[in-house]
C-alpha cells in the first residue's frame, strides 16, 4: 500500500506540475493576444509618438523666445522712432 500511495502522490505531483505549466502557457498566450489588440486599437488612433511630441514642444518654446525678443525688438524702434519724431 505505501509504494501504491507514493506512486498515485508523484502522479498528482506531476499532474500539478503539467497544469501550473499549463497555466503559464496560456497566461503567456493570452498576455501576447491582449498586447496585440492593444496595438492594432493605439495604430487606428490618430495619435503622435512621444519623440515627435518632445520635438514640437521644443520648436513652440523656441518660437515663443522669438516672438518675444521680436516683440521687445519692436518695442525699442517704435520707441526710437517717437524719440526721433520728438526731437525733430
Not at 514640437?56 to 521680436?70: G, I, P
Amino acid at each position: 500500500m505505501t509504494q501504491t500511495t507514493n506512486r498515485f502522490f508523484d502522479e498528482l505531483g506531476k499532474l500539478m506540475t503539467d497544469a501550473a505549466g499549463a497555466a503559464q502557457g496560456a497566461q503567456r498566450e493570452m498576455e501576447s493576444f491582449m498586447r496585440a489588440q492593444a496595438e492594432k486599437m493605439l495604430a487606428g488612433m490618430d495619435l503622435v509618438k512621444r519623440d515627435e511630441f518632445e520635438a514640437a514642444k521644443a520648436m513652440a518654446a523656441k518660437a515663443r523666445e522669438d516672438s518675444e525678443a521680436l516683440a521687445e525688438r519692436l518695442a525699442a524702434l517704435e520707441d526710437e522712432v517717437r524719440r526721433l519724431k520728438g526731437s525733430v
